[in-house]
């Protein structure tokens, strides 16, 4: 079973603090995925990357930033934590190929207050 | 921006009833459809998914896609207690800028 394993599992920040949210996966798989999700709007794509020191923009991006600095790990940082972005985060990673299924962790659980 | 819509919201059934769930999507040139399954604190689970037109069945599982509607349903015959989760349909957008959209989910709970 593929193994994708996030850090912290919880976390309790300031408003205007940093966030780091971490993410190994030991599948060996090029594309990495952050999303969040938040009760009303399911589970929505914040950044994600083919390989390692690549990333790309997902479809909410702003004020987030990703960082891959190798295979195994992929970042989210808040640089400027808001209450908006409390919410439970995962991280997922897939081969890649057409229709690659993603294999997800278990969560970050953020509030910010 | 591919949308992707999922009804019902919730549902509840009896234990061993047939379950049915549904799935619209905006793009018809999406190159797979997906179904996932989450339970309560974890993180979502793939369970099937169907790449042409027609259906697919695997065990308890069925998916029906019709890309001329739009439309993807699962079924799943025989539900179980242990089938109360969330489901969440998925639609993968290949090219240059691959990824996976979700819908909001469907809630079962399948009462014994």
């Known amino acids: 079973e593929a193994a994708v394993t996030q850090s912290p599992r919880n976390k309790v920040a300031v408003t205007g603090g940093k966030v780091t949210l971490s993410c190994n996966q030991t599948n060996n798989h090029n594309n990495m995925y952050w999303y969040r999700q938040d009760t009303g709007h399911g589970l929505r794509l914040i950044h994600y990357s083919y390989g390692a020191g690549s990333t790309e923009k997902g479809d909410i991006p702003d004020g987030y930033k990703a960082s891959r600095p190798s295979q195994e790990n992929f970042s989210l940082i808040l640089e400027l934590a808001t209450p908006s972005q409390t919410s439970v985060y995962f991280c997922?990673?897939?081969?890649?190929?057409?229709?690659?299924?993603?294999?997800f962790g278990e969560g970050s659980r953020l509030i910010v207050v | 921006q591919e949308k992707v819509q999922q009804s019902p919201e919730s549902l509840i059934v009896p234990e061993g009833a047939m379950v049915s769930l549904n799935c619209s999507f905006s793009?018809?040139?999406?190159?797979s459809i997906w179904w996932y399954q989450q339970h309560p604190g974890k993180g979502p689970k793939a369970l099937i998914s169907i790449f042409s037109n027609g259906n697919k069945k695997e065990g308890r599982l069925t998916v029906y896609l019709n890309r001329a509607s739009l439309h993807v349903s699962l079924h799943i015959k025989d539900s179980q207690p242990s089938d109360s989760a969330v489901y969440l349909c998925?639609?993968?957008?290949?090219?240059?800028?691959?990824?996976?959209?979700f819908g909001k989910g469907t809630k079962l709970s399948v009462k014994s």
């Open positions: 793009d018809s040139a999406s190159q």
């Open positions: 998925a639609v993968y957008s290949g090219g240059s800028n691959a990824k996976l959209t």
């Open positions: 997922a990673s897939g081969a890649r190929n057409s229709g690659n299924t993603l294999y």
